[in-house]
């Protein structure tokens, strides 16, 4: 699997954008980029995938490159309920069913300040 | 919304106990996993399971074992537990769909956090 890159932490205000980058330069043309998140005490939750294509869903939008080797996942109006470390995972698709070991690695810590 | 209940939120044992984590859930889905996560170590996984009565070892799965006789229900068993085997346990489920790719979108329940004394 490709390994990717995120900041450690970042800061957003209440009410803007999060913009949360993560790089992806070894991916392959049948690996998936998924992001996850995991708000303290709580299981990680599934926020969205895509393969190459911009995606958007009621949670986030998810921009991968043309060159597909980062993507950005885009939180549009930040809450403080939106604090939390924020995984993005690259997998292949496995035609057999789950390939079983969703490596989550250490993330980014968004902080979303009043 | 998918729903994937675990037994226990907290659950404190002694060390040589038989432990049981149950974890349910209710969206017909095939596959099904069970993860610790610890400071600094991430989650990893223990076992998984593709379809009922079949399992596969994870990263991790000396001293544990699992049995998935329902679709629904995948139970992890700690056989005798250990101090080492404190940890926070997550189970999730996911949907097998090529054509939607969801493999790899798991629902996660909220954890058992274990104590072993």
């Known amino acids: 699997d490709a390994k990717t890159t995120q900041p450690p932490s970042m800061d957003c205000a209440e009410g803007r954008a999060a913009n949360l980058p993560c790089n992806h330069s070894?991916?392959?043309?049948?690996?998936?980029v998924y992001w996850y998140r995991q708000i303290h005490s709580q299981g990680p939750q599934y926020i969205i995938h895509g393969l190459k294509n911009n995606e958007t869903n009621e949670m986030a939008s998810l921009i991968i490159t043309e060159d597909r080797k980062s993507s950005t996942l885009i939180l549009p109006h930040a809450t403080l309920r939106d604090t939390a470390v924020y995984y993005c995972i690259v997998r292949a698709m496995n035609y057999g069913g789950s390939q079983g070991n969703l490596i989550f690695g250490k993330g980014t810590k968004l902080s979303v300040k009043p | 919304d998918v729903k994937v209940t675990q037994s226990s939120r907290y659950l404190v044992k002694r060390t040589g106990e038989k432990v049981f984590l149950e974890c349910v859930q209710d969206m017909d889905h095939e596959n099904m996993f069970w993860y610790r996560q610890d400071p600094g170590l991430g989650l990893r996984l223990i076992y998984f399971s593709y379809d009922v009565k079949m399992k596969e070892k994870g990263d991790i799965p000396e001293g544990y074992s699992v049995s998935r006789e329902k679709k629904e229900r995948f139970s992890l068993i700690l056989e005798s537990a250990s101090t080492n085997q404190t940890s926070m346990y997550l189970c999730?489920?996911?949907?097998?769909?090529?054509?939607?790719?969801?493999?790899?979108?798991?629902?996660f329940g909220s954890g058992t956090q274990l104590s072993v004394l």
């Open positions: 070894t991916i392959s043309g049948n690996e998936y």
């Open positions: 999730a489920s996911s949907l097998v769909s090529v054509r939607l790719a969801t493999n790899e979108k798991l629902f």
